[in-house]
C-alpha cells in the first residue's frame, strides 16, 4: 500500500471509531517545541480536567480529592501542579478492589474493560477510553516521526498472537496490511518460523522494526548464527518494548540490523510513556503523563536519583490513575532534551524482566504467552510460572473469591494449548508468592536453556 494511502486508510479508521488520534498527533507535533514551563503549564490544564472529571464520576477519586481539601481549587480549574502530591498515592490494589467506583463508564466514545498482568504477576482488570488509546497511538507515531518513519509507512511487528485466529483476529490481520503494518507471532518462534520471518521482512523491506526487546534480540541471535546478515534498505529503526533492553542486547540487534535501536517505556494500564530519541534520550509524553519518583517512604527523591515511578495518566478519564504505583524504578534526568524538545527526560529505567519459554516442538515463545492465560482466568490474584522441563511447567497461584474447579481446568487448558498437550501442569494455590532471592518479583521463570545459537548473553 502506497504510504499516502495507507495513512489515509488509519485516519479514516480512526474516525469511524472516535478516536482523536491524528488531531492528538498533530498537538504533539506543536506542543514538544514548548519550552519546559509552558510544557508544565498545560500538564496543569490537562490536570485540572482530568481531576475535574475524577471528582463528578469517579467516586473513590472524589472522596480522596476532598479529604485533601482539593476541591474548591479543582473546581475552578486552578490546582498548581505542585499540590498534586497533596493526594495520596493509588496502588494496583486499589485499582483492583475498586474498579465500579473509579470507571466513569460515561466517557465520551465509552470505556473499555481490559486486562494485564503486571510486574508481581498481579492480574488487573481496568478500562480505557479513546483519548487514551489516541494519546498511544499518536505518542507512538510522534516518536517514529523523529526516527524519520512517518504514518503509512511500512512496519513490522514481532508481537504475540492468539493460538488460533478468530475472525475478529483475521479482520484484524487484514487491517493491519492495509496500514501497512505485517505482524510476526513471537509466541511461536521455533527456528524454521524465524528463518520465515527473516525472509518475510526481506520481502516486506519495513522501515521500522517494533517488537518485545527479548523476541527481537533472538531474532537477531538466530540470524546471526545462520550467518544472515538482512538486506533491509529501507529500515531506519528497531522500536523495542515491554521489557528493560540490555546494552548487550542493543548491540546485537543494531550489528545484526544495522540501524540504530531505540526503546520505549509503557505498560497497559498507563500507557505509552516515553520514547528514546536521536541522540539516546528516552523522552517523556509530557502531553499525556505526570511523572513523580518517590523513595520507600513515598517521598520525592533528590534530582537525578532513583526512585519509583508514580505516573498521573492525563489522557485516563475513563478510569483515572492518579499517582499510581506503576512498581517500576526510574530516573529523571535534569537535563533539557538535546533535540530541542521542551519534554521531559528520563535517565534510566529498570522495568519488567520476563524469561522465554520452550515448547516440546522447538517453538521459543515469549513469556507473555503464558501470562496471557493466566490474567485472563478469573479468581487468579496473583500468579508466578515456573518452567522445570519443556514437559513440566508448575504455577503458583494467589487465588481470589472467583477462583473454582473451572478456572483450575481453564489454566491448565490454556497452558497446554500453547505448550502441548502433553505437558504436566502442576499448579500450587499458595497465600502467599514470595520474591526471588534479589527481591524482585519476576511472573515467569524457566529453567530450560534456549537451543545452542540462540544464547543472547552479555
Not at 170 to 184: A, P
Not at 193 to 215: F, T
Request: glycine letters at 8%; a positive charge.
Amino acid at each position: 500500500m502506497m504510504p499516502w494511502l495507507a495513512r489515509s486508510i488509519y485516519r479514516a479508521q480512526e474516525a469511524a471509531l472516535k478516536r482523536p488520534t491524528f488531531a492528538y498527533w498533530q498537538a504533539l507535533e506543536r506542543s514538544q517545541w514548548l519550552d519546559r514551563a509552558a510544557v508544565e503549564a498545560l500538564q496543569a490544564r490537562k490536570l485540572n480536567a482530568l481531576l475535574g472529571v475524577a471528582l463528578a464520576h469517579s467516586p473513590w477519586h472524589a472522596a480522596r480529592i476532598r479529604a485533601a481539601g482539593l476541591h474548591e481549587a479543582v473546581r475552578a480549574g486552578e490546582l498548581p501542579l505542585a499540590d498534586l502530591a497533596r493526594l495520596p498515592t493509588m496502588t494496583k490494589r486499589d485499582a483492583r478492589d475498586n474498579v465500579d467506583q473509579l470507571v466513569w463508564r460515561g466517557v465520551p466514545g465509552g470505556a473499555f474493560r481490559y486486562n494485564t498482568g503486571g510486574s508481581s504477576g498481579e492480574p488487573l482488570i481496568f478500562h480505557f477510553g479513546r483519548a487514551r488509546q489516541a494519546s498511544d497511538a499518536a505518542g507512538r507515531m510522534r516518536a517514529r516521526n523523529w526516527w524519520g518513519v512517518a504514518p503509512g509507512e511500512r512496519e513490522a511487528y514481532l508481537w504475540g498472537a492468539p493460538v488460533e485466529l478468530n475472525k475478529t483476529d483475521r479482520i484484524k490481520t487484514l487491517r493491519d496490511r492495509l496500514v501497512n503494518q505485517l505482524v510476526l507471532n513471537a509466541f511461536a518462534m521455533s527456528a524454521p518460523h524465524m528463518d520465515d520471518y527473516l525472509a518475510a521482512l526481506q520481502a516486506w523491506q519495513p522501515k521500522c522494526l517494533y517488537g518485545y526487546a527479548s523476541s527481537v534480540a533472538l531474532l537477531a541471535a538466530h540470524a546471526e548464527a545462520r550467518g544472515i546478515k538482512p538486506r533491509l534498505t529501507a529500515l531506519r529503526v528497531v522500536c523495542t518494548t515491554g521489557e528493560p533492553l540490555y546494552p548487550h542486547q542493543r548491540e546485537l540487534i543494531g550489528r545484526v540490523f544495522g540501524v540504530p535501536v531505540a526503546n520505549e517505556f509503557g505498560s497497559r494500564d498507563i500507557g505509552f510513556t516515553a520514547h528514546e530519541a536521536p541522540g539516546g534520550q528516552m523522552l517523556l509524553l509530557s502531553e499525556s503523563h505526570i511523572v513523580e519518583v518517590l523513595d520507600e517512604a513515598g517521598q520525592p527523591v533528590a534530582p537525578g536519583e532513583a526512585g519509583e515511578a508514580v505516573i498521573t495518566g492525563l489522557s485516563s478519564a475513563a478510569q483515572p490513575f492518579i499517582r499510581y504505583r506503576t512498581g517500576d524504578v526510574l530516573r529523571l534526568a535534569p537535563d533539557a532534551a538535546t533535540g530541542g524538545q521542551g519534554l521531559h527526560v528520563i535517565a534510566e529505567v529498570s522495568g519488567r524482566q520476563t524469561d522465554f519459554v520452550l515448547a516440546a516442538d522447538g517453538r521459543v515463545m515469549h513469556a507473555l504467552a503464558v501470562i496471557y492465560v493466566l490474567r485472563a482466568t478469573p479468581g487468579v490474584a496473583q500468579f508466578k510460572c515456573v518452567q522445570h522441563a519443556v514437559d513440566r511447567m508448575e504455577v503458583q497461584i494467589v487465588t481470589d473469591a472467583q477462583w473454582n474447579a473451572a478456572a483450575g481446568a481453564a489454566v491448565v487448558a490454556g497452558l497446554r494449548a500453547r505448550l502441548g498437550e502433553g505437558v504436566a501442569i502442576e499448579l500450587k494455590l499458595l497465600d502467599t508468592i514470595p520474591p526471588e532471592a534479589s527481591g524482585k518479583h519476576r511472573y515467569v521463570v524457566s529453567h530450560v536453556p534456549l537451543p545452542a545459537g540462540l544464547m543472547v548473553t552479555a
